[in-house]
């Protein structure tokens, strides 16, 4: 008789802080298999992987694909914001699996569209109905920062790499010229991820801050917090300067990938947004593209709620290379 075990697949998703591992059949994950590890615990993903598969029982899996928090070249996966590098050698070793895969953790996410709830995704801004197999955009903005193309292929689902959080800061106004050199300040380069980010919203707290004679800094948290109750001016000045920010930035990153099919926004600081992104002119943002205002019209944008799906977005990703 068949294992069982052997026919489901290993996931997971290695932020800077925290692992999440499950077990998936084809591109369902099984919620009841869902853990998570704290990094600082351990030396590197195998002694994660290893103590996952240890608590579901020292089960076998078939496949194992895992989404990374920072760039994947060659096979080889260096993160971010964590002293880890990740390879297929070491993946196959850790699980004993057969196939196995790594992908950006945006790029899962981009695997992940029409492996999700629909519940979990919550319309910003309706736009005309999508052409067959048009392309999408994936938007994270968290950590970090990153977007990712999603083309529909004959051969499948096609989510290149992307490290869009390094390209240079869009400086157009006073305000965002005065950014730039306050980023600058402490760093060689004002790069998109230094402002649209969770320690980015800390930077423009801090550059407001300092603009009114009066420096203070904030964790990210609590500037979201007192914009909310508005105790404090400068931290809904923060979000808002953020919020216009994200909506230039999208604009500029969909006139790049025309993605007719949809944006689609990601991650915890995009969830935080949300509820100002109306509030503080996300979408006039997105459109002020002068002459060009129109046709920013054809694009919908779209917020994934689900924390989970760069797990759905593996399982969807490791099926479709066990089924080539």
């Not at 080889?76 to 196959?92: P, Y």
């Not at 943002?285 to 002459?291: E, L, M, P, T």
Request: aromatic letters at 8%.
């Amino acid at each position: 008789m068949t294992n069982p075990a052997k026919t489901l697949s290993l996931v997971a998703d290695i932020g800077g802080t925290n692992t999440r591992c499950a077990l998936a059949n084809g591109c369902h994950v099984l919620p009841k298999t869902i853990r998570k590890y704290s990094n600082a615990q351990y030396t590197g993903l195998a002694d994660v992987l290893r103590g996952y598969l240890a608590d579901e029982g020292n089960m076998v899996p078939q496949a194992a694909c895992v989404a990374v928090a920072g760039p994947v070249h060659d096979g080889v996966a260096t993160m971010t914001n964590l002293d880890w590098t990740i390879d297929r050698d070491t993946l196959m070793a850790a699980t004993k699996a057969q196939t196995v895969a790594i992908l950006n953790d945006l790029q899962a996410q981009g695997h992940a569209l029409g492996h999700l709830n629909v519940g979990s995704i919550q319309s910003i801004v309706e736009g005309p109905a999508a052409p067959p197999n048009a392309v999408r955009l994936i938007v994270g903005v968290g950590t970090g920062f990153n977007a990712v193309s999603v083309f529909e292929t004959e051969n499948g689902r096609f989510v290149p790499p992307s490290e869009s959080g390094h390209a240079s800061l869009p400086t157009r106004t006073e305000q965002e010229f005065r950014l730039g050199r306050f980023v600058s300040s402490s760093q060689d380069f004002p790069a998109v991820e230094d402002v649209l980010s969770g320690r980015g919203l800390e930077r423009v707290y801090a550059f407001l801050s300092e603009e009114t004679g009066t420096p203070a800094k904030k964790p990210a948290q609590d500037i979201m917090s007192a914009c909310k109750t508005g105790e404090d001016e400068c931290a809904r000045d923060a979000v808002n300067l953020f919020v216009r920010t994200l909506g230039a930035v999208c604009g500029d990153l969909s006139l790049t990938h025309l993605p007719f099919g949809g944006i689609y926004l990601v991650g915890g600081v995009s969830r935080a947004m949300a509820p100002y992104l109306s509030e503080f002119g996300f979408v006039e943002a997105f459109q002020d593209k002068g002459r060009f205002a129109p046709f920013m019209t054809k694009f919908s944008i779209s917020l994934i709620e689900d924390d989970f799906a760069a797990l759905a977005g593996a399982a969807s990703h490791i099926k479709h290379l066990n089924d080539i």
